[in-house]
């Protein structure tokens, strides 16, 4: 059909709209549709204007406004609800069309969907999207997974709406199957635990330093002149900033300190888990935000358990450069667990992801964009099998050159009763990555005194068991 659709949206929550305005304002013509009308209306009354925006008020509609083979983006939330679009949309199908899902599904999800799509010649890609609200509408960070050929379908159309790095733009084949939704896991996981650094780092100047909320959103803009560069440390600052309409106060005093989540995070914890990889800080993350929403629990046992609270006097410029260098440490071990971990899955998965076209659509548009990300895809491009940053002489350097400032602030932060579960298990990882020689010996012993469940010995090969009791 001439001048059809030639990409539509399910869904027109506010990155569904978004996005439609992002390709309508690149020339692409857009059919949208929405579950209820209301929506759609509202949506081209307060929002569209000159875009090529055509609406559709059934799916059979939808469905004949679209361009052959079709191009259909699912924006609805993550779940059950992906399925139900399906279902509702498989008999208006025909085979070659493509089905997109731009939500956070899980992985798993997506090999399923795509599987039974398949079975009916239909095509579907997992479409990992990031960067928010303002992202979807200037330019978000795009992780399409699924088959080549699919992705040939819509890859000039991506390209155009993604955010534009130095180094292109922010969308690449992210790989086979579920690979998409995969890869944007991994980055909501260094998402949680670069938040989870920065809170403790905020944490760490009110607490232990009594600063001021100004002068930490000040010490955050200045962090984000250097090696801390990136949208999260601004977006600190930003948030520190902002007061209170009503009580002038910053609002984020104000806030209650529980925080929420979605799932992705805990889906990257439990898929490291399952594939073997250590993933502590990206794990830690997740268990602090559970930890946080038991408030009345902490309340309660923090009445009864006293501890020193003290503030650590005058402090010089020094511990806030440790405290920098110390959320640095954190965030190169987040990167380095996040990707080995996007490399095991891409083994047992057969995904065939590269990371350095990864840490490439992540330099700009997403919520992880950072001044590492560049540093980062060069040591990976060094070696693009070694499933290690810390394998980089250079990498390392970064890392050991902070160790010490990390040390020292995990030790004030001890004395100030303040938790930093994100940099302790960061320089716990590198710790005992750099050991060659760890005490996981006397666990095996144990098992073995226990359980005959055998051991291995360092000065000769084979199976050992030993009545230690007897
Ligand atoms: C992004 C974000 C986005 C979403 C997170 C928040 O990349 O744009 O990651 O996808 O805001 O999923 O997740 P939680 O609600 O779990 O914090």
Request: charged share 25%; net charge negative.
């Given at each position: 059909?001439?001048?059809?659709?030639?990409?539509?949206?399910?869904?027109?929550?506010?990155?569904?709209?978004?996005?439609?305005?992002?390709?309508?304002?690149?020339?692409?013509?857009?059919?949208?549709?929405?579950?209820?009308?209301?929506?759609?209306?509202?949506?081209?009354?307060?929002?569209?204007?000159?875009?090529?925006?055509?609406?559709?008020?059934?799916?059979?509609?939808?469905?004949?406004?679209?361009?052959?083979?079709?191009?259909?983006?699912?924006?609805?939330?993550a779940g059950s609800a992906v399925d139900q679009?399906?279902?509702?949309?498989?008999?208006?199908?025909?085979?070659?069309?493509?089905?997109?899902?731009?939500?956070?599904?899980?992985?798993?999800?997506?090999?399923?969907?795509?599987?039974?799509?398949?079975?009916?010649?239909?095509?579907?890609?997992?479409?990992?999207?990031?960067?928010?609200?303002?992202?979807?509408?200037?330019?978000?960070?795009?992780?399409?997974?699924?088959?080549?050929?699919?992705?040939?379908?819509?890859?000039?159309?991506?390209?155009?709406?993604?955010?534009?790095?130095?180094?292109?733009?922010?969308?690449?084949?992210?790989?086979?199957?579920?690979?998409?939704?995969?890869?944007?896991?991994?980055?909501?996981?260094?998402?949680?635990?670069?938040?989870?650094?920065?809170?403790?780092?905020?944490?760490?100047?009110?607490?232990?330093?009594?600063?001021?909320?100004?002068?930490?959103?000040?010490?955050?803009?200045?962090?984000?002149?250097?090696?801390?560069?990136?949208?999260?440390?601004?977006?600190?600052?930003?948030?520190?900033?902002?007061?209170?309409?009503?009580?002038?106060?910053?609002?984020?005093?104000?806030?209650?300190?529980?925080?929420?989540?979605?799932?992705?995070?805990?889906?990257?914890?439990?898929?490291?888990?399952?594939?073997?990889?250590?993933?502590?800080?990206?794990?830690?993350?997740?268990?602090?935000?559970?930890?946080?929403?038991?408030?009345?629990?902490?309340?309660?046992?923090?009445?009864?358990?006293?501890?020193?609270?003290?503030?650590?006097?005058?402090?010089?410029?020094?511990?806030?450069?440790?405290?920098?260098?110390?959320?640095?440490?954190?965030?190169?071990?987040?990167?380095?667990?996040?990707?080995?971990?996007?490399?095991?899955?891409?083994?047992?998965?057969?995904?065939?992801?590269?990371?350095?076209?990864?840490?490439?659509?992540?330099?700009?548009?997403?919520?992880?964009?950072?001044?590492?990300?560049?540093?980062?895809?060069?040591?990976?491009?060094?070696?693009?099998?070694?499933?290690?940053?810390?394998?980089?002489?250079?990498?390392?350097?970064?890392?050991?050159?902070?160790?010490?400032?990390?040390?020292?602030?995990?030790?004030?932060?001890?004395?100030?009763?303040?938790?930093?579960?994100?940099?302790?298990?960061?320089?716990?990882?590198?710790?005992?990555?750099?050991?060659?020689?760890?005490?996981?010996?006397l666990i095996q012993a144990q098992r073995d005194?226990?359980?005959?469940?055998?051991?291995?010995?360092?000065?000769?090969?084979?199976?050992?068991?030993?009545?230690?009791?007897?």
């Amino acid at each position: 059909m001439r001048n059809g659709g030639e990409i539509g949206i399910i869904g027109l929550a506010v990155m569904g709209q978004n996005l439609a305005l992002n390709f309508a304002r690149h020339g692409f013509r857009v059919c949208v549709y929405n579950r209820t009308p209301e929506r759609t209306e509202g949506f081209l009354r307060d929002r569209v204007r000159d875009e090529p925006i055509i609406p559709a008020y059934t799916l059979e509609e939808f469905v004949r406004c679209l361009e052959r083979p079709r191009r259909i983006l699912l924006m609805v939330q993550a779940g059950s609800a992906v399925d139900q679009v399906i279902e509702a949309l498989l008999p208006l199908l025909e085979p070659g069309d493509l089905v997109m899902d731009g939500g956070n599904s899980h992985y798993a999800d997506t090999e399923r969907r795509m599987q039974n799509l398949a079975a009916h010649g239909i095509r579907f890609l997992g479409v990992g999207i990031s960067g928010g609200e303002k992202g979807a509408l200037l330019g978000p960070s795009i992780m399409p997974g699924g088959s080549a050929e699919a992705y040939a379908m819509v890859e000039h159309m991506f390209i155009r709406i993604a955010a534009q790095s130095e180094e292109g733009p922010c969308c690449a084949y992210m790989g086979r199957g579920g690979a998409g939704h995969y890869v944007k896991m991994v980055h909501n996981a260094i998402e949680y635990a670069f938040m989870q650094g920065i809170a403790e780092a905020y944490d760490f100047m009110k607490t232990a330093l009594g600063m001021p909320v100004e002068a930490i959103a000040e010490t955050f803009e200045r962090w984000n002149e250097g090696a801390l560069n990136a949208f999260l440390t601004e977006l600190a600052a930003r948030v520190l900033r902002y007061r209170d309409p009503e009580s002038g106060d910053p609002l984020v005093e104000r806030i209650m300190d529980r925080a929420e989540q979605k799932g992705t995070g805990r889906w990257a914890a439990q898929s490291a888990l399952e594939l073997g990889v250590p993933a502590p800080t990206l794990t830690v993350a997740v268990i602090a935000r559970t930890l946080s929403y038991f408030k009345t629990d902490r309340e309660r046992i923090g009445a009864g358990f006293p501890w020193p609270d003290q503030r650590l006097g005058p402090f010089s410029e020094g511990v806030l450069a440790d405290l920098e260098a110390a959320l640095n440490l954190m965030l190169l071990a987040a990167f380095s667990q996040g990707l080995w971990l996007l490399h095991e899955a891409s083994r047992v998965y057969s995904y065939g992801t590269d990371r350095a076209e990864v840490l490439r659509v992540w330099r700009a548009g997403c919520i992880i964009r950072a001044r590492w990300l560049g540093f980062l895809r060069e040591i990976v491009r060094e070696d693009p099998e070694d499933p290690h940053l810390l394998f980089s002489a250079r990498f390392r350097a970064e890392l050991q050159q902070r160790l010490p400032a990390a040390g020292r602030v995990l030790r004030w932060a001890f004395e100030a009763g303040v938790p930093m579960p994100a940099l302790s298990t960061a320089v716990d990882y590198v710790l005992s990555m750099r050991r060659s020689r760890l005490p996981a010996n006397l666990i095996q012993a144990q098992r073995d005194a226990f359980g005959a469940h055998t051991y291995e010995r360092i000065d000769r090969p084979g199976v050992f068991h030993t009545e230690w009791l007897d």
